[in-house]
């Protein structure tokens, strides 16, 4: 029998950048700037300038789901995404049951928009929620309390068909057993999804900067494994199951959106930054827009589209990704999709002895149809793929 995931219509997802926010986390990397001015008119025309020429240019295929990410999205106005979603559904045919996904911020401020985004269009929400512990919160750079966090999750569950909220996890000085409470707390306010994510420092963040000075320090390995340990043992419990490294779900509420990314399909991305990978004539593109905002709007204005990258991908660039992708879910990687995909042959694509001896110490599962990480795989994702790329 197909499972529900295996089940989903084969189509395009849309991401839509909103790369404003109230103030900059320190562990954040994302294409994202504190502006206290938003130029809500002049942003609203230029990203719906953006969709209507990126969706005339690709197939009609239907349009499995739309995600609004940042950036801090809740920032817009809900008029705003309002016109995106209606001019998205005009041009492209519209999947059964499309996901529309909103990410937002647990503010007061924010919290009195949900319903204007959910009568726009939205039907899924996303809050980052990131601590249910208020000195957590204050590390990490979080503009809300835990009271309005649990009001926000509260009101959204009552507002939106679905919910989801991040947590993170492995901060420093935290405990296996903090972590075990903070997480069955959390468990017991969500319906059926979680994002979690271990913190680990990007360059380029305030996190960084504190760490290269040995101002903070994070779990070693071995309490990290543990922490994870935890996670996929309580989630199990309350019968969320781990269906990608970092999320969590009951059967059939998994992130459609996401899996797009992960299953390597096509997905058209607008607003600063974006990336997509889109299929044009047999031949897949990965696209992307220019990163500023002021630039994109700028480009916007003077061209109708911000597009600073069109780059078609060859087999190998193909492999890689979708290696990179695919190993992060628990189901795997097809055998038959990959080589559809990727215009290669698996055995050509990859280091077989490699993946043999993987196979033998028990960090991959492979049957000739279908490669998957072990869980103690997924702990070592980035060497495993260093070594499957060799």
């Given at each position: 029998m ?23 986390c ?10 206290q ?10 990203l ?15 349009l ?46 924010e ?11 939205a039907?899924r ?10 000195t957590?919160l204050?590390?990490?750079g ?19 068909d679905?919910?989801s ?44 900067k ?5 101002k ?55 607003g600063?930054?974006?990336?997509g ?25 003077s ?15 193909k ?30 694509a ?41």
């Amino acid at each position: 029998m197909k499972t529900n995931i295996e089940n989903q219509q084969r189509g395009i997802g849309l991401y839509i950048h909103w790369p404003f926010c109230l103030a900059k986390c320190p562990y954040c990397d994302f294409n994202s700037y504190v502006s206290q001015q938003i130029p809500q008119e002049s942003y609203a025309k230029a990203l719906v300038q953006e969709l209507t020429i990126a969706l005339t240019e690709i197939p009609k295929v239907p349009l499995t789901s739309i995600f609004f990410g940042g950036g801090t999205p809740s920032l817009m106005l809900p008029s705003t995404a309002e016109k995106l979603i209606d001019t998205a559904t005009s041009l492209l045919p519209v999947a059964e049951n499309i996901e529309i996904t909103l990410e937002a911020n647990p503010t007061s401020v924010e919290n009195q928009k949900l319903k204007d985004f959910y009568r726009a269009g939205a039907n899924r929400a996303s809050l980052g929620i990131q601590s249910l512990n208020p000195t957590a919160l204050k590390a990490l750079g979080r503009e809300h309390s835990v009271s309005q966090a649990i009001e926000a999750l509260t009101l959204a569950k009552q507002i939106f068909d679905r919910v989801s909220f991040d947590l993170i996890y492995a901060r420093e000085g935290q405990t296996a057993k903090e972590w075990e409470s903070e997480l069955q707390e959390a468990l017991s306010l969500t319906n059926d999804h979680l994002s979690l994510y271990q913190l680990t420092i990007e360059p380029g963040t305030i996190f960084a900067k504190q760490y290269q000075q040995g101002k903070i320090t994070l779990p070693n390995d071995q309490l990290s494994t543990e922490l994870l340990t935890i996670t996929e043992n309580i989630t199990n419990q309350y019968g969320l199951q781990a269906y990608e490294v970092s999320n969590y779900a009951k059967p059939g509420a998994e992130s459609r959106h996401n899996l797009t990314y992960w299953r390597y399909q096509d997905y058209i991305g607008i607003g600063p930054g974006a990336h997509g990978r889109v299929t044009l004539d047999q031949t897949l593109y990965a696209t992307e827009r220019h990163k500023n905002p002021m630039k994109w709007l700028e480009t916007v204005q003077s061209q109708g589209h911000a597009l600073s990258v069109k780059e078609a991908l060859t087999s190998i660039d193909k492999a890689q990704e979708m290696l990179l992708m695919g190993l992060r879910l628990t189901e795997g990687i097809q055998t038959r999709v990959f080589e559809e995909r990727c215009g290669i042959n698996f055995s050509e694509a990859i280091n077989m002895p490699m993946l043999m001896a993987l196979v033998e110490e028990d960090f991959l599962s492979w049957n000739q149809h279908c490669l998957k990480t072990t869980p103690q795989g997924r702990l070592r994702l980035n060497a495993i793929l260093e070594a499957l790329l060799k």
